[in-house]
Structure formats: C-alpha cells, structure tokens
C-alpha cells in the first residue's frame, strides 16, 4: 500500500460541511461554520455513549465558538490594519501634496528670478544696439566726408 489510509464512508466530510476560509486580504471569513451530523442507520446508542457523543458536542460546540471569536478577532484586526492604511495613505498624499506646492513656489520665484535677468539681459542688448546704430551713422558719415574729399583731390587739377 502506498501510504495510504483507508477511510470509512461515513466519516468522509461532505460538501458544504465546512466552509473554506477565504485568501488573506479578500472579505472576511464567515463565522458560521456548521457541522451538522450526519445521519446514522445503526440502532440507537446505549446511555454511556449518548453521554459520550453529547459531551463531544458540547465540546466539538465550544471549539466551533473559540474559532467563531478567533474570526472575529481576525476580522477586527485587518479592519485596523485597513483604517491604519487609510490613515497613513491620506497622511502621505497630504504631505506629497504639500511638497508638491513648496517645489510649485520655489519654481515660480525661479522663474521669476530668471525672467528678471532675461529682462535685464535684453535691455542691455538694446541699449548696445542703440549704441551700434550710432556708430554706424557716425561711420556712414564719416565715410560720406572721406568720399568727398577723395572726390576733391581727384578732381582738383593738376599744376
């Protein structure tokens, strides 16, 4: 045999007796887990064995309210965890937020830094291109006042 033990047919659980608990991080477990006995074509029980079997069920009905409270205080303990979440994702966004706005600030003083030397910058440009079309209506003239002289001593006649 490979390890295997034989099980009698009575004592083989059937569907719906008890419920499969759910994944970690789905819906709660259901707390009402049932086992509901099955039923019996042997003639009755002597007195010592109803004894035996109601003291079994008592015990068998302690153990399935221990695991009753064992789920509630599981659930109890991922809904603080879920609130303890919630509390510390709003406590982050709230502070990501706020950075967001301190780095929004220092950018627009940046900007505004940067458009005052860029102001600067261009003010300069046209004060030296002010400058530049000085000279240069200075050099036309000057030029204006070489040609002519040029012009005077080539036509000046030769003695």
């Known amino acids: 045999m490979g390890g295997r033990v034989p099980v009698p047919v009575g004592s083989m659980p059937l569907p719906g007796d008890v419920p499969v608990p759910s994944p970690v991080g789905c819906a709660p477990l259901t707390e009402g887990l049932v086992f509901r006995p099955r039923p019996c074509a042997e003639p009755a ?3 010592a064995s109803s004894r035996y079997f109601a003291s079994l069920d ?3 009905e302690g153990l399935q309210q221990q695991v009753r409270d064992l ?5 109890e303990g991922r809904e603080e965890d879920h609130r303890v979440l919630r509390g510390f994702r709003e406590s982050l966004m709230q502070k990501v937020s706020e950075l967001a706005e301190q780095l929004e600030e220092r ?3 940046l900007y505004g ?3 005052e030397l860029i102001q600067e910058r261009l003010q300069a440009v046209a004060e030296v291109m002010e400058r530049v079309e000085e ?3 200075e ?3 000057v030029c204006c006042t070489v040609e002519a002289a040029y012009r005077d001593l080539l036509l000046q006649p030769e003695a």
Do not use: E
């Open 139 to 141: 050099l036309r003239h």
């Open 45 to 47: 029980l002597a007195p």
């Open 107 to 109: 950018l627009f003083r």
């Open 58 to 60: 008592a015990t068998v």
């Open 71 to 75: 789920i509630g205080r599981i659930n």
């Open 135 to 137: 000279v240069q209506a």
């Open 113 to 115: 830094f940067h458009n």
